[in-house]
């Protein structure tokens, strides 16, 4: 047992059993725990030096609970160990996970869940950014300069991509003036809980040093994982339920230069070992240039 788990902080939380919680990318320490009343309830801790960040992203999740979106309650933030470790208090969604259950439901309810999950989304995006924030063009280019860069310094390459690479500089202009309201952070279906009464509930939201940006942006990272396909009706669905219908035509134009991006990002960041296998990273480029085809086309081959 570790300091974490001193008899003052089980007490203080009323815990009576508890055990990790392995799952996601996020680095922090994360336990099921119940407590002295029978309650389950999820633990997350970080370090210290992670303070500043985790309790922004508890009162993300508060502001999200309080609009009605279906969420683990946030119960409790503070100090742990010491001092020396921050900790995140919340409760625990009932369900099963979406990326499970997805594959194995009919299209038809493919497509309901999907646009309850775009109308969560639209829902959140109502939280306005905070005021006199950064220009998201400069912010995100210099993301897509990045990845550029990187990709024409490293030898290792995919076909076509530098399809991929003139797309993105031909539409640098598509970042112009773009809205920025609330974002989660990591809104795919790895992230989604289908509950007992069929409704669509979100965990992990994932403040990265920019709770906020481009809505359409949510759109993309990633949709899915990295070198697989898309469910297509619960995507479409997902599109259509966020703008209530079909979606505006500059919607596809952008949506599909932040696939552009995250082709590249993904074959960079498997490069370097930050996540996936490079492999991944390669089918996901040619799944993107296929999609796309080539980056001729705006709206995605899978879209019904």
């Not at 009605?68 to 409760?91: A, M, W």
């Not at 481009?214 to 259509?240: C, Q, R, V």
């Not at 480029?285 to 086309?297: K, S, V």
Request: hydrophobic share 35%.
């Amino acid at each position: 047992m570790t300091k974490l788990f001193s008899e003052k902080f089980k007490q203080k939380l009323k815990i009576a059993t508890y055990e990790p919680l392995n799952k996601g990318w996020s680095s922090d320490k994360k336990y099921i725990i119940e407590t002295t009343k029978g309650e389950k309830l999820l633990l997350r801790v970080a370090d210290l030096a992670e303070q500043n960040r985790k309790k922004a992203e508890y009162l993300m999740a508060e502001r999200v609970y309080n609009l009605g979106v279906p969420t683990p309650k946030p119960l409790d933030f503070g100090l742990c160990e010491d001092g020396r470790n921050v900790y995140s208090l919340f409760g625990w969604l009932v369900g099963e996970d979406a990326a499970a259950v997805l594959p194995s439901i009919s299209e038809i309810e493919q497509f309901v869940f999907g646009t309850k999950a775009g109308e969560i989304l639209q829902k959140m995006h109502t939280l306005p950014a905070p005021k006199n924030v950064e220009s998201w063009a400069v912010w995100f280019w210099q993301k897509v300069q990045d990845r550029i860069d990187f990709y024409h310094a490293n030898p290792i390459k995919s076909d076509n991509g530098d399809v991929i690479v003139r797309h993105l500089q031909e539409n640098k202009n598509l970042l112009n003036n773009r809205p920025q309201t609330f974002n989660h952070g990591d809104f795919n279906v790895s992230n989604m809980i289908i509950t007992p009464n069929k409704q669509i509930g979100v965990i992990d939201f994932n403040y990265d040093n920019k709770d906020h940006g481009d809505p359409w942006w949510e759109f993309d990272p990633p949709m899915h994982g990295w070198g697989s396909e898309p469910l297509p009706h619960f995507y479409t669905g997902f599109i259509k339920g966020y703008f209530g219908g079909e979606p505006p035509s500059e919607f596809f134009e952008i949506f599909s230069f932040y696939q552009a991006y995250d082709a590249l990002a993904a074959l960079c960041d498997t490069l370097i070992g930050e996540q996936g296998e490079p492999a991944d990273g390669k089918r996901h480029m040619e799944n993107i240039l296929r999609w796309f085809d080539n980056m001729r086309n705006s709206v995605p081959m899978w879209y019904l």
